[in-house]
């Protein structure tokens, strides 16, 4: 392994994600944990160049004000999910990386994620200019840390869905927007994509925020030979959903109705209290059935806040469906899960993996992606299995040799 | 379609499965239900050749007294899961079948199985004779009904497993063993598996019990040049535990322990009670978890007969996982399905792909129909992808030309 | 036993509840089925002289058209909780109530409720003329089958709730407001309770629509010594919570969230859709858990419609609690229960003591009932517990002598 | 309150529920925690006086080498139940009850227990020395401290069930035993019994253990004026059974099934794999619901070991009970707490009110602690809320004034 580095940047930095993320890099490092849940740990990678934890520097920005090792200590303490020694063995890790934490935008991102921001906020100011200040972050990271690549992971909140406009579709119509400092259709999703694809970094969705991805900003990613992908990190009954729903379809039995209630209590689900940013969610969330059985039964999913779990996840899910001689029969199945624990590996394996298409010259879509993301771009494939088989076959192929489009 | 007829013995013919398969094909033949649960009916098989429902004929053999008729009535009594007026639609089709009824043995089956059996049961006799009868019964059901074709079906219930010995490995032994009537190496299911391959008609073992495909039993059918598979169908709880243990491995989640607790009321159950039956059944359910994952975690399984519940098996399975920073997190499942409803359309899935097997001159065991088994024989793919995909391609060979081995 | 009899006029006749209690009555009997579900039948009531199944005569109104016969058949059909053999022992009975099921009004009940009516629903009219054909009907009704009590019972589907107002507090502007046809403060759920109480017929809301019992129809009750007594009867998952909420109270466990899912498909459900309506019912359900702990813990209930349930109402509720050392823990249950079947014993039981109450000269509300009832008026105890002895009291008493007040 | 002393003398000190009753009294006594779980805090008890818990001292024996500390740390470490800034807060503490921890018997308490003891264990020797080594303990304990009072708690492990003998039912029978040191009909439990009560201890059998509380014991105490009170502290999913059970009583709704499935990962889990052990406790856990319904539905528990769950027990119920029309529905629950957090609490209940009753010249068994216990000795009610009302009569009482038999 070569002595590259590569560097990070996590937009909504001071989140449990972010916390995760980067205090498991630095517990990896020190070879206190086990890589758990993260597949590029796994031997299907074996042979491959990927970056090693200790290639790999963090930064990032918030609106908020606080700590990383604040946010550490509210998943320790909330859910009793990190034991005290590990967050005491990463102190001084996540305190170092606080002079890289610097203050994000919230443009046009609605009340709700607004009403988190710092009370110093500054004013709104131009778009143009939110754009310089993130690329002038962006190049003084690489700079000053000596970085080849700096991989740019969007956590933060859910922004309400964007309306469809041609600044969406087409990369001449999103200047023209950007230029006229237009909120109808820019949000603060769209203001960092762009600047992170002008910047030539590779660019992950990890939220459901339909701003960053938009068919514009792949123009550009084209133009920019840089690698994106997205939307909305597959973590919970998602995960399960795409993994069970394909066992009806083999079975040919019926699914009559699908049902699942999600309670979490951290900021993600505060966030989604709010019906706008809700929205955004349920829509990845729903598209897996009926993409996979190929026709959509009766489906409701539903997002509630219950502040007393912290970051612990559960999610009910009731499952109708019908057999031989028409007998309804149900499987239920009931998901306890720490969701920025079961987040942060997914993102470390995904900096690993961006970086590696990056310095192989591929650009654009990564369709091998898919087994990442709720709604994987630009793939029609949505069971699990399926997706895991594209991951499969691109490690087949980069161990066969350099990229080659 | 040809006008060719397929026959179809079934040992266990008064249970419950063998009321549903029969009185499901007959509902079918009239086109009262849809063929829900059948795989050989979805677009995959499209422009494939396989019997149709109105060319297959249906006889078998019981240990017990009683009639079709009432099995079917008792599933709609017990389990709410049969209507009244499909019951009626298929009274008289289930009558029809009653004189291809015949007594079956119950040889070295236990006492659990042993009380079933009918009062007038005959005493024991020379184990060629319940062979020359058995191949009698088959000939007779062949020539009388025109058939090309008799798939045997064992559906009878679980015996205790059958220990090693040189009759279990070598035709040879078995033989001897057959010769000498020698009790302590051969049970009732070696008997009929025997019986049935020596006839040259294709065997599906639907149970777990261990003596009908020996060693030595695949032996005979590489030289009678006859299909087989086997061991015991894979409906409820083992299916969902192969669709989703894969789920872990693929997001490298470690299983701590996997624990399944199963209720069920019908005869299966009851005769499951019995602790010498019940092993040969858990040690089927065992093997999926450490053959998917590659390693074994905590895991017990257990079977509870609970005769309110009839028909209607329940399993909860509690998963607990490790993920990231070592935190621990939990899967669980709760399974309420009509075990012989699930049964039933695999065993006419089973009948058609085993016809079709003969006929293009396959023998041995077919590994391509992994998919239907809790232990598949002769297979390392344990996670129901894997084992669908073996089907997949088994169709994809076919539709492109004639077998060749 | 004397040869007294005893009238039922149920409001919602052509709905599950109506059908399956009207059903039960007949098999009861018949002596076809045992009096499961009914407390009245229990050796607590030993000894009381309560009407028995063959003194009593139904009949009822309906907004809709139809036959009681295919709302018991749908109830079969749908969620196989009816055998065939059961419906046609009763088909004669059911068939012969409906000369008496008369034409209802949904007077004011929202377009949810509206868009079931009939198509040749009259053009409304005045209130006074609603009032006087449903006193006539129930006059009628009494005369033609020599009735010594008519007992009302509102099964009819959720209301909108009723705003506060004059006419809702006192008899007195209830009379102007009916004077003056005023839609703004009266609905359908008024029109009836008037009419029955003026009548002098015992009336219990089974339902949650709390234009039935206002405070000015109790001054009626008064005046007409009629007993009465409501809201919406505790069928399923309240019930459960009036059982299981007590637990943490006598152990002194901090109840920190309990959330509630019900899902289910049948008519009910389907008002229950419409927001309008739905807040009626979550209203009845909310109060339960504060008034047992004596806190409000973090609780949302939701009631989603999956139409492929029918009346097997499905209840997820998941208890988060805090014990020694702070530790966090949890309870779910899931409830699987036929709606309309665990309704219709208690409906038959409110006959009885409402029958019982007339005859013993009590009127107004009946505290001794508030076990049967989601919200149960003028009565402080919650806990299931409690409110059975409340009734065990009422026993007790009426044991020892005749009523005094 | 009077500056009066009370100590405890628990068997099992070194396990979890004593490590989490210590270190939870001097958290309170810090005031760091609230006393949830404890009744004897609410407001029930008013106006009582009940030691405080700072005029409590703790000492105990046990057959293993340890510290509290270490019990303790494992609780923390192994469920996320204990946080680690609670355990710094107590770990002084704890090693200050070091000194008063003795070495135990596990005397004729089987092969499980046995191979738990120390390594230097010390060889048998007549039990008479056991008993004299036992009784000096305590009085050492009573006089060193300057304790008014001394209750002993059995917080061992669960003994094999104990086989009727005269030795079990009379005193005088069970000297002789002791004497001729009969191994046939003595257990460690009872000899800690017997010396407790000799001393004139209150002695609370918290276990399964059917040695303790044996007529012979309860006719000592009688002599020796002592209270007493057993078996087997109700803690998780009896205690959910015996609050839900009576609702199926009070509808009217005849339970068919109630299975219930047990996994745990503590000491207790570990022990209670030996199936000699476990029948002790399945005893006193199935008893519950024949008593409260008044017939005894199919039901059988299971209690599994599981370690990765270490002292989280999670439970899985389900109930199939019958209703209206003869429908089969269903009740599940699934029931997940910290077991030694949840028994913990309930021990310093119990050490106050036996203080108290000793107090107030209370003897023999002690009914109004019913609500505390599995299977509560001498007590006719099993339901919950019946078994909390006999608290309440005697708290009633106590308020009323002093204590007349």
């Known amino acids: 392994m070569s002595d590259r580095k590569c560097g990070v940047w996590i937009i909504g930095a001071l989140g449990s994600i972010s916390a995760a993320a980067i205090a498991g890099a630095a517990l990896l490092r020190k070879d206190l944990i086990e890589p758990a849940g993260m597949i590029t740990s796994t031997i299907l990678f074996e042979d491959i160049d990927l970056v090693a934890m200790d290639q790999i520097e963090f930064a990032g920005c ?34 170092q990386t606080k002079s890289w934490i610097k203050r994000g935008t919230c443009r046009n991102c ?3 994620i607004e ?4 009370s110093d906020f500054e004013p709104k100011r131009h778009m143009r200019d939110d754009i310089d200040e993130f690329r002038c972050n962006l190049r003084e990271f690489k700079r000053k840390k000596q970085l080849e690549t700096v991989v740019v992971v969007n956590l933060a909140s859910t922004e309400p869905p964007i309306p469809s406009s041609p600044s969406y579709e087409s990369l ?12 109808s259709s820019v949000r603060a999703s769209t203001l960092y994509s762009y600047s ?20 514009a900003i792949v123009q550009l990613a084209g133009r920019k030979r840089t690698p994106l992908m997205g939307n909305d990190g597959k973590t919970g009954e998602t995960l399960v959903k795409s993994a069970l729903a394909p066992m009806f379809l083999w079975r040919n039995l019926e699914v009559l109705s699908w049902e699942g209630f999600n309670i979490l209590g951290n900021m993600d689900g505060c966030i989604l209290e709010n019906p706008e940013n809700k929205s955004s969610k349920l829509k990845t969330k729903d598209h897996v059935l009926s ?4 026709y959509s039964p009766h489906s409701r999913v539903h997002i509630d806040y ?54 192989r010259g591929e650009y654009g879509l990564m369709p091998h ?6 709604e994987p771009l630009c793939v029609q494939a949505h069971s699990l299995h399926e997706q895991v088989h594209l991951l499969a076959e691109y490690v087949r192929r980069v161990k066969e040799g350099p990229f080659t489009t």
């Open 62 to 95: 918030d609106i908020r004000e606080g700590k990383l090792l604040d946010s550490l200590t509210q998943l320790s303490d909330g859910s009793n999910a990190v034991s005290l020694e590990r967050l005491l063995a990463v102190k001084e890790d996540l305190e």
């Open 306 to 359: 219950v502040p007393s779990l912290h970051d612990q996840k559960t999610a009910w899910n009731f499952i109708h469906f019908r057999g031989f001689l028409d007998a309804r029969m149900s499987l239920q199945f009931i998901w306890q899960g720490y969701d920025s624990l079961l987040a942060a590996p997914l993102v470390l394996d995904l900096v690993r993996l961006m970086e590696l298409a990056h310095r």
């Open 291 to 294: 993409k996979i059985l190929g």
């Open 369 to 374: 992606l898919a087994s990442y993301f709720k």
């Open 196 to 215: 992170a694809v002008q910047e030539g970094c590779p660019y992950v969705n990890f939220t459901p925020s339909t701003g960053a991805l938009t068919p």
């Open 110 to 112: 609605g009340q709700a």
């Open 172 to 183: 001449a119509a999103l200047e023209r927007s950007i230029d006229e400092d237009d909120d």
């Open 115 to 118: 009403s988190l921001a710092a």
